[in-house]
């Protein structure tokens, strides 16, 4: 079920398919894992990152984002200010905790890594560890997810390599791009992971990356978003959404800059012509 809903929804990733794939369906069927399932995705905005949790919550927890038992964190709204980091830290602890002991297999997802303070994440460090209970609660079940645009540049560097050495962006394997990615993230002040304990000590499972869209697989959002509101695909509004888009670098426009991001408001502007 969970590969279906990757191949339907989920566009030019074969990587973060892979990785995923195999994590959460090894730690599903792991009725006694060691430590929570931690997982970091990286990539520009509009290439899926949120689109892949939501896919993870509802393979979890059908009612998906709306579920008691599914966390969304956004660093911008949940955690705003500098000077309260102690207070959050506070807050996301006993948050955890509570909803925890009420759901074992509870899912946090933290959107918007990149904006959140240094040094606040390593406040869950304690319920990433490999302990087998934290002040009474065992956290081996849950699923943390981690997302942010850190690591993008670098991500992207790799993937047009490949294309200019004539290779397949099929070919990319993680191993090309997961060591270079946890380094660059731990060292990037920006990225929310920056110098952060969950790093040094090995708690984040995997570092997943998500390459840059090419146009083809733009036009394969497009479609899939069409067909989502019912509609038949109509190929000429495709290729008009298509070429309203911007895509780099610069000489030889291969990748989307915004991915699919902007493709829901550009249908909602053609749908009638």
Known sequence: ALRAQLDARLFGQHLAKEVVLK??????RNSSPKKPLALSLHGWGGTGKNLLSQIIA???HPAGLRSKFVHLFLATLHFPHQHQV????????????????????????????????PGLIDAIKPFLDYYEQVNGVSYRKAIFIF??????????????????SGKQREEIQLKDLEPVLSLGVFNNKNSGLWHSSLIDRNLIDYFVPFLPLEHKHVK???????????????????EVVI??????????????????????????FHWDT
């Not at 909803?99 to 933290?110: L, M, T």
């Not at 997302?147 to 200019?164: E, M, P, Q, T, Y």
């Open 58 to 60: 509802e393979h979890l």
């Open 86 to 117: 102690k207070l959050y830290q506070e807050q996301l602890q006993k948050w955890i905790q509570g909803n925890v002991s009420a759901c074992p297999h509870s899912v946090f997802i933290f959107d918007e890594m990149d904006k959140l303070h």
């Open 23 to 28: 994590a959460v369906a090894g730690f599903s």
């Open 243 to 268: 070429d309203e888009m911007t895509f780099f670098p610069k000489e030889e426009k291969i990748y989307s800059d915004k991915g699919c991001k902007t493709v829901q408001a550009k249908l909602n």
């Open 220 to 238: 394969m959002c497009i479609r899939a978003e069409m067909l989502s509101r019912g509609h038949a695909v109509n190929e000429n509004v495709v």
């Open 147 to 164: 997302l942010s645009n850190a690591g993008a540049n670098l991500i992207n560097k790799v993937a047009l390599d490949f294309w200019r």
